[in-house]
């Protein structure tokens, strides 16, 4: 189909090109553009660079930035915005810089519970210091009624562990006849360690409330990364109070659990992380700002 395309370069008459085609092609107007057409389209291809294709994280992946190792240290400077952390995840916990409050991210919104216990929305240009984020696309529910407390919750929960060496996220909807939070003041330079901000911590209580509790349960080897175990935050339901988790007591709701094997880390870089001695074993230290 193409050897009379080649041919006509040798022509020296000062015939017009596409006369030379169009004689060569039978004088089939049709074919002559459909052939060109082919020929220009293929070119093109070989000559236009394909764009970068943009790898995201799958769906399941927990995205977190820095570790719970240097919040101890107290590095509370902001590393990350929340604009960006929305676009890792739709549910997860954190804090905002100069520790500013408990975070909760829920249905792709992100609150800031104060040291007053009342939650308002966040604007994408905050910065957080510390925070997990994930997807949420869960793969189980279950119906819970008369959980007594948040031990006992825990025990309904870990049910749901199938595997202990991965990631597990959370959400609970439900009506709770009690709930205790806390939450932590903005700090200044120089920044205490965390278990002295947390020693001070003000808590707040919660009676015949409907909320809803998010968070990450996360297994014993990621001791320095995060907080191995159960990590939660709560906010009521018309999302004006809430906070870190303290205990609870549920009289009927709804538990969500979605699970991960893949974690992907941001380390903050600036020269305080640089410093930071990060290799410590603090583990009595995340039990005493757990509590």
């Not at 007594?148 to 595997?163: A, H, P, R």
């Not at 709804?254 to 930071?276: C, E, H, I, T, Y």
Request: hydrophobic share 40%.
């Amino acid at each position: 189909m193409f050897r009379p395309l080649f041919k006509m370069w040798n022509v020296t008459a000062p015939v017009p090109l596409s006369r030379v085609i169009m004689r060569h092609l039978g004088g089939y107007p049709l074919l002559f553009a459909l052939q060109w057409t082919l020929i220009l389209s293929l070119a093109g291809c070989a000559l236009v660079p394909k764009p970068a294709v943009r790898q995201s994280p799958p769906p399941e992946t927990v995205f977190q930035v820095s570790t719970i190792n240097a919040l101890l240290e107290g590095l509370y400077d902001g590393e990350m915005t929340v604009g960006q952390l929305r676009s890792h995840g739709d549910l997860g916990i954190g804090t905002f810089d100069g520790l500013d409050g408990e975070m909760v991210l829920v249905d792709g919104k992100v609150y800031r519970v104060r040291a007053d216990g009342r939650a308002t929305p966040v604007a994408d240009e905050e910065k957080s210091p510390f925070a997990a984020v994930a997807f949420f696309t869960p793969g189980q529910t279950k119906a819970l009624r008369q959980v007594q407390s948040f031990t006992e919750l825990k025990g309904e929960l870990d049910k749901e562990l199938v595997n202990r060496n991965i990631f597990y996220m959370f959400r609970i909807d439900g009506t709770f006849s009690y709930v205790q939070t806390r939450s932590v003041p903005r700090q200044s330079k120089p920044y205490p360690p965390l278990v002295k901000v947390t020693a001070h911590q003000p808590t707040f209580e919660f009676r015949d409330v409907k909320g809803t509790l998010v968070g990450f349960w996360l297994p014993d080897f990621i001791g320095g990364i995060n907080v191995p175990g159960y990590h939660l935050h709560f906010i009521t339901a018309d999302r004006q109070a809430g906070g870190h988790l303290l205990e609870c007591r549920l009289q009927d709701g709804k538990v969500q659990v979605d699970s991960s094997g893949d974690l992907r880390m941001v380390l903050p870089a600036n020269n305080d992380f640089g410093r930071a001695d990060l290799g410590r074993d603090r583990k009595k230290e995340v039990e005493k700002v757990e509590q």
